[in-house]
């Protein structure tokens, strides 16, 4: 149990420090939040008693964390073995765009993934004429426009299949 919470201890410092090098080095990693996302799978890989990642996350970020896990945490846990599985699990698509009027174009913005319990999976900026596309594991999820609440919409996402969300966000 020591070592658990010994390993939980270490996955938070390893993320504070990357946290701190992120808004220190590059912006756009800061201003994304991709290092508290990573650090967020990080630590619920290293706290879970069942050696699977509790929470949903898209593979964008699966990948970043698998991409910054500490040695220290590969060695004495399964989260590398945990994140792989969660990604080949990710079969799933969500494609979103923000339109203000129905046969209005496509406007910039921020599009946010969030799951059933409406914690944040993942989080894109979208130009103009653009959309977001993630890839998920199947289930339901809500897609948020510019984080307001009256510009969201519910999805569900089916293995191998893409589930479609157009957001009018007036």
Same mark, same amino acid.
């Given at each position: 149990m ?10 938070? /410092?390893?993320?504070? !420090? ?6 220190? $080095?590059?912006?756009? %990693?800061?201003?994304?939040? +991709?290092? #508290? ?11 879970s ?21 500490p ?11 945990a ?8 079969? /799933?698509?969500?494609? !979103? ?6 046969? $209005?174009?496509?406007? %910039?913005?921020?599009?946010? +993934?969030? #799951? ?17 596309n ?11 426009a ?6 969201t919409?519910r ?16």
């Amino acid at each position: 149990m020591k070592r658990i919470f010994a390993i939980g201890a270490a996955v938070l /410092a390893c993320a504070g !420090a990357a946290v701190g090098s992120a808004s220190a $080095g590059s912006p756009s %990693a800061a201003d994304d939040g +991709l290092s #508290d996302q990573s650090a967020r799978v990080l630590y619920d890989c290293a706290t879970s008693t069942t050696g699977l990642l509790q929470r949903r996350y898209s593979v964008r970020i699966l990948r970043i964390a698998l991409r910054e896990i500490p040695t220290d945490v590969a060695d004495y846990t399964g989260c590398p073995e945990a994140i792989r599985t969660a990604i080949e699990e990710s079969t /799933a698509t969500v494609s !979103a765009t923000i339109k203000r009027t129905r046969r $209005g174009g496509t406007v %910039a913005g921020t599009i946010a +993934l969030l #799951d059933t319990r409406g914690r944040t999976v993942d989080q894109l900026r979208v130009r103009r004429g653009h959309g977001a596309n993630f890839q998920v594991i199947p289930g339901r999820y809500t897609v948020r426009a510019n984080n307001k609440k009256r510009c969201t919409l519910r999805v569900t996402a089916r293995e191998w299949r893409s589930a479609q969300a157009t957001i009018i966000c007036r």
